[in-house]
């Protein structure tokens, strides 16, 4: 093992200079505000959605939407739905925030005028309430930024009072409304706010709703008629609508010096072409005004990229984010819980097959099922990634057509990990199965993730967790497929050393094969470039180190497992000491950030509350559970559970045990380290637990055993 440090090293050489590129001197250089000095208008149309939009209904939306870029904002606040109260704070502090109390269709309060300005009422309030939240949003942000760089804020409306407002709760200039709006108010400061709430006041009515859109857009167009030219002109959806209508994506257009005609807009808080956040928008305001970004702020501007379809197919586009968002939205808890019953029945009905087995006649056909169905369960994970190769959103109920493409892609991964030579082995075909999971995701990690947004096990912008790199679900699906891949391959070197008379120089090129699919694992999981994963990098290094252990017949001890899981501790924070050093806006950088300025513990306190709320989850602890109590039985007392399969497994490929155990150590650390908890168990074990029993189902074939170890196949 004194080869793994080497090796580390090397692969982090290897990856640092893509990792972490010198471009990154070029976003510290914007977070410092050396953009030139600039008027910026945001126009905030609470609830705005893209279907709202037509050319000949919302003509001023249209137009901006083709002069500039566009794409779908993710308002997701504090909680479930964004109030629009809560997007206007947000707006405030350029981190999500909520408001201190009230329904969440209440509108922002009217504030006191006070000469040609204004004071927010309860102002002070929502400052301490979000302050003391486990987010510590600095609501005020945005106005007390600009107050300090000498300018002055002008806001039309409540909601654009609550956005601007300094932490005293004053703004400059203030009109109650578009339509009450002074002649040449957009002029007067550098940063206005609009605030356009036709469409919350419209209800859900189609008609009405219909009706309160054109009324926005020829609001839009009265405050467009009055801005200077070279004004930077924003539009957001800012929140959603009344709670009963639930989360959707809104509408962002971004347009004036600098933002490209047709494009779509991307930010590197989202790295999505075509989705961008609230708190995005505070930093466009602050670098469109030429301001130092502070250092609290959490969004990063946006920027145009790419070409957009031109008319109504560009609209469609972009309104087929929250299609997919919607249908991700609704499938989910189905889809979870029949993967809950299927999984917990097939672990019972399997066993019992395994423990009364025998050969010949119908058994042998009983037992082939079992193998397929534990193979297919084992591929559910990785085909649920596999789908969004599919435009499923687009053509066909999105439901249908997204569940028809899950099963498609699983039977397609069935059909090959049984039609090659390696089918007819122990190990073979789970671990094409396993390896067709861990290049999926690798490949995924590598190209920009695009496979992991809106797949049911994967992440939403709605849910708004992440947006890129590896979520904690997929991690620990990539964890135990590569764990179980190196066990499988591992196993095969072993063999075929054995049958050349070479067994301890092929155990070597075991552990050596474990060792590096781990590395190269971990480097894709930890580094900010592609899967951007805290906890991920401390739970890989602790099951790595088992599997190679065990894979070279060393001994595992408590002690040494703490040891390991203290070098990926370390190595988390290198890398998050080095992605804070280059001025980063992922989580690893600011978290690093945190420990600095010694304010670390809210955010600790928070995913470990995150993490301790799933332990009882009714969907994933079933699955945990059963699988958990069968995985240990499996690994530690087959003999016990009169299984014979599984004593024939170990007898002819005992490395699978390694694996197993690599895959437990690092699904149950990372349980303890990641804010889903309970999922990166489950997840584990759904993968890991069909896998052996698939391996067991064969294992009672005739002449699987000897072919196994011959090691053929």
């Keep these: 093992m004194r080869g793994v440090g080497v090796l580390l090293l090397a692969v982090l050489a290897l990856a640092w200079p893509v990792a972490f590129p010198a471009a990154a001197e070029a976003a510290e250089g914007a977070r410092q505000g050396d953009a030139p000095q600039g008027r910026v208008l945001l126009v905030g149309v609470p609830s705005l959605h893209w279907d709202d939009l037509g050319e000949r209904t919302t003509p001023h939306l249209w137009r901006l939407a083709r002069a500039g870029s566009a794409g779908a904002q993710s308002v997701r606040a504090l909680g479930t739905v964004a109030c629009?109260?809560?997007?206007?704070?947000?707006?405030?502090?350029?981190?999500?925030?909520?408001?201190p109390s009230g329904p969440c269709d209440a509108l922002p309060p009217a504030p006191r005028v006070s000469g040609q300005g204004a004071v927010v009422t309860g102002f002070a309030q929502a400052r301490h309430s979000n302050a003391e939240s486990h987010f510590r949003a600095p609501v005020g942000l945005l106005g007390d930024t600009i107050r300090r760089s000498g300018g002055c804020t002008a806001a039309v409306g409540p909601g654009a009072a609550l956005a601007l407002a300094d932490s005293r709760g004053k703004v400059d200039v203030y009109a109650p409304s578009a339509d009450r709006m002074p002649a040449g108010t957009p002029g007067r400061c550098a940063v206005t706010v609009v605030d356009v709430d036709d469409l919350l006041r419209a209800g859900r009515d189609a008609d009405a709703r219909a009706a309160a859109a054109r009324r926005?857009?020829?609001?839009?167009?009265?405050?467009?008629?009055?801005?200077?030219?070279?004004?930077t002109v924003l539009v957001s959806g800012i929140s959603d609508g009344p709670a009963a209508a639930g989360p959707h994506l809104r509408v962002a257009i971004a347009a004036g010096p600098g933002v490209p005609a047709g494009g779509y807009l991307i930010s590197d808080s989202t790295r999505r072409r075509g989705i961008v956040i609230t708190p995005d928008v505070t930093a466009t305001m602050l670098r469109a005004a030429g301001l130092a970004a502070p250092a609290e702020l959490i969004g990063t501007p946006v920027r145009g990229e790419g070409r957009r379809p031109g008319g109504t197919a560009g609209v469609t586009a972009l309104a087929r984010h929250d299609v997919a968002a919607q249908t991700y939205k609704s499938v989910l808890p189905r889809f979870f819980l029949g993967l809950v019953i299927s999984q917990v029945a097939f672990y019972v009905l399997a066993m019992l097959l395994l423990r009364r087995a025998h050969d010949g006649g119908g058994r042998r056909r009983v037992l082939a099922v079992t193998r397929v169905v534990a193979l297919a369960c084992a591929a559910v994970p990785v085909s649920t990634y596999l789908v969004n190769l599919l435009p499923w959103w687009q053509g066909g109920p999105p439901r249908l057509t997204l569940l028809g493409g899950i099963a498609a892609f699983d039977a397609l991964i069935v059909a090959l990990a049984l039609a090659g030579p390696w089918r007819r082995s122990l190990l073979?075909?789970?671990?094409?199965?396993?390896?067709v999971t861990a290049a999926t995701v690798g490949l995924d990690l590598l190209t920009g993730t695009e496979l992991q947004l809106y797949s049911l096990m994967g992440y939403s912008p709605l849910v708004g967790g992440r947006y890129y790199g590896l979520g904690n679900i997929a991690f620990s699906v990539f964890a135990t497929?590569?764990?179980l891949t190196g066990a499988g391959l591992a196993q095969w070197l072993v063999n075929q050393g054995a049958e050349r008379g070479d067994g301890e120089r092929a155990r070597r090129w075991a552990v050596t094969a474990v060792v590096t699919l781990g590395l190269l694992a971990m480097a894709l999981d930890g580094l900010p470039l592609w899967g951007a994963d805290f906890g991920g990098v401390i739970a890989i290094v602790p099951g790595l180190a088992v599997a190679a252990m065990m894979v070279a017949g060393r001994r595992i001890s408590v002690l040494r497992l703490g040891a390991f899981c203290g070098v990926g501790g370390v190595l988390v924070l290198a890398i998050a000491y080095l992605d804070h050093r280059r001025g980063s806006s992922t989580h690893l950088g600011r978290f690093f950030g945190e420990l600095l300025a010694g304010e670390a513990v809210p955010t600790v306190e928070r995913k470990f509350n995150?993490?301790?709320?799933?332990?009882?989850?009714?969907?994933?602890?079933?699955?945990?559970?059963?699988?958990?109590v069968l995985l240990f039985m499996m690994l530690r007392r087959p003999g016990r559970m009169r299984a014979p399969a599984l004593e024939q497994v170990y007898a002819h490929a005992p490395l699978l045990r390694a694996g197993l155990m690599g895959a437990l150590a690092t699904a149950v650390v990372g349980t303890l380290v990641n804010d889903s908890g309970m999922a990166v168990l489950a997840l584990a074990l759904v993968v890991a637990v069909p896998l052996a029993l698939a391996a067991g189902a064969q294992a009672l074939q005739p002449a699987g055993t000897a072919e196994a170890a011959a090691g053929r196949g």
């Design 216 to 231: 926005a857009d020829a609001a839009l167009g009265r405050v467009l008629a009055q801005t200077p030219p070279g004004t």
């Design 84 to 99: 629009p109260i809560d997007g206007w704070l947000t707006v405030s502090a350029g981190a999500r925030a909520s408001r």
């Design 428 to 435: 073979g075909p789970g671990t094409v199965v396993a390896a």
């Design 610 to 628: 995150a993490m301790m709320g799933t332990m009882l989850n009714p969907t994933l602890t079933p699955i945990a559970v059963a699988a958990l």
């Design 481 to 483: 497929s590569v764990l």
